[in-house]
């Protein structure tokens, strides 16, 4: 983060030319009805980082989350873990909450990168709503790392289980973005994290929507319960 930030004095001559090509509506289509003019620092951040920023961290935390419980069955550990005088429920939350240590580190250390990076150039660097986002992308990725728990859950197979995260991750990216610019499917839009995000409005626009964190936060709380649910009950063959 603070590596990309260091490039903007030099690019910052040819930004009307970014900003031209932005405007095409198969740029729009990819990055979503958000997008920011690269004419400034914050600007610049918005589109080189937050654009996709969610997607990427997102596919780490899906793998990291994968390996809880489906990864531990096709490892065959899941038998001494399933041995010890613990509840499995007990698994699924000490699994999630070991997630949270990770997550708060992602989000302060680009935090604190950007805020680094614009010192470094001699750029505002607008922290306030920065850190706005980057709250935003904590509740995000917690939403998504619940998600993969569930998936998890559900599966005997690590890799599988990562691989249908990340696909569905992928898939409400591409509903968020492209369901802007196609009315047909804007209906859609509700069902992806992605729509609860708006990182670029945030940063951009300084809107907060605080219900947007809360619809994360129950999203969090209602697929962290199915995971317990189905690890639970579900029969675990180890053999």
């Known amino acids: 983060m603070f590596w990309i930030a260091t490039f903007y004095p030099a690019l910052k001559p040819n930004m009307s030319m970014y900003d031209d090509m932005l405007s095409n509506p198969t740029f729009q289509a990819l990055l979503g009805e958000q997008v920011a003019t690269m004419g400034t620092f914050v600007g610049f951040m918005t589109m080189e980082v937050f654009s996709y920023m969610g997607l990427v961290l997102g596919a780490y935390i899906i793998f990291m989350a994968a390996s809880f419980a489906a990864g531990e069955i096709e490892q065959k550990s899941s038998e001494l873990l399933l041995s010890l005088p613990v509840r499995r429920e007990s698994l699924i939350i000490s699994r999630f909450t070991a997630m949270l240590p990770f997550i708060a580190l992602i989000v302060l250390a680009e935090l604190a990168a950007i805020y680094a990076g614009g010192r470094y ?76 995000v708006r990182l670029t409005s945030i940063v951009m626009n300084h809107e907060v929507v605080w219900r947007n964190a809360g ?21 675990i063959n180890v053999t």
């Open 121 to 196: 150039i001699g750029e505002d660097s607008s922290i306030r709503w920065f850190a706005y986002a980057m709250l935003f992308m904590g509740f995000f990725l917690v939403a998504v790392g619940a998600m993969a728990l569930l998936i998890s859950s559900l599966m005997s197979d690590g890799r599988k289980a990562a691989l249908v995260s990340l696909g569905i991750l992928l898939g409400m990216f591409l509903v968020e973005n492209i369901g802007s610019m196609v009315t047909s499917i804007d209906w859609a839009r509700s069902l992806s994290l992605f729509h609860y």
């Open 215 to 235: 619809i994360l936060l129950v999203i969090t709380v209602v697929c962290l319960v199915l995971a317990v649910i189905v690890f639970r009950q579900r029969d």
